[in-house]
């Protein structure tokens, strides 16, 4: 599987943008896929998951309400739109997958594939 992550930016504090994660190889039907992120000296962490067979969302607390998460199984592409974003939010997204479920979707290991990463800046 390979995962393709797309759509960051530099925007400001209260704007919107999309992030994209196109993956090749198996469909998205058999994938759990999740979002993450590393903000600046910190570590990377959990922002949302999709799971693999009824597409049920999960988010961590600080994106619950402006961050969505959706899948277009024609374009086999999973999206992060994030909507009232915070110079919090600045951070490199990564879009991560794994075949099926290995009992979480909230934790690094939980995943085997990783797309490269891609930056968004948010400005106050």
């Known amino acids: 599987v390979q995962l393709q992550a797309s759509g960051g930016g530099f925007l400001q504090s209260g704007g919107s943008l999309r992030l994209s994660c196109a993956a090749s190889?198996?469909?998205?039907?058999?994938?759990?896929m999740g979002w993450f992120r590393r903000a600046p000296g910190k570590e990377r962490a959990f922002v949302g998951a999709?799971?693999?067979?009824?597409?049920?969302?999960r988010y961590a607390d600080s994106v619950k309400g402006r961050f969505t998460i959706s899948r277009d199984s024609g374009k086999n592409t999973m999206y992060l739109q994030m909507n009232g974003l915070k110079p919090e939010d600045t951070a490199v997204y990564y879009c991560?997958?794994?075949?099926?479920?290995?009992?979480?979707?909230?934790?690094?290991?939980?995943?085997?594939?990783w797309g490269q990463g891609t930056q968004v800046t948010v400005s106050s």
């Open positions: 999709v799971t693999w067979r009824g597409g049920t969302t």
């Open positions: 991560a997958a794994t075949v099926g479920y290995r009992g979480s979707y909230y934790y690094i290991q939980d995943y085997d594939y």
């Open positions: 190889g198996l469909t998205l039907s058999t994938l759990s």
